[in-house]
């Protein structure tokens, strides 16, 4: 059984970081390539970014490019997401996904609130 399980959410200020990783079980993980996807409230899902299966490639949404990086171990089986200079608009649910051809697998989310 595929399961996705995300960490590291919580209360930032403003300019402040986080850092979000996301446990993966029941495939093999240094085998796909993995996603990172928001959800502001009262808003649609927005994708932040991907990371490919080897970790030799990244691409990023626009709104998070130079101040988020996405990375990977794949011996732990482990997504991550280091966030700096967080602004209130990065206030979202934080999910990551398996990506095969699209988001098919989901973690159950991480909330990150950035506020003063």
């Known amino acids: 059984e595929v399961q996705l399980v995300e960490f590291g959410g919580g209360l930032a200020q403003p300019g402040g970081s986080l850092m979000l990783s996301c446990a993966a079980s029941?495939?093999?993980?240094?085998?796909?390539?993995m996603t990172w996807v928001r959800q502001a409230p009262g808003k649609g899902l927005e994708w932040v970014s991907n990371?490919?299966?080897?970790?030799?490639?990244?691409s990023y949404a626009d709104s998070v490019k130079g101040r988020f990086t996405i990375s990977r171990d794949n011996a732990k089986n482990t997504l991550y997401l280091q966030m700096i200079s967080l602004k209130p608009e990065d206030t979202a649910v934080y999910y990551c996904?398996?990506?095969?051809?699209?988001?098919?697998?989901w973690g159950q989310g991480t909330q990150v609130t950035v506020s003063s």
């Open positions: 029941g495939f093999t993980f240094g085998a796909y390539d």
């Open positions: 996904a398996k990506f095969q051809g699209g988001p098919d697998y």
């Open positions: 990371i490919k299966a080897n970790g030799g490639s990244t």
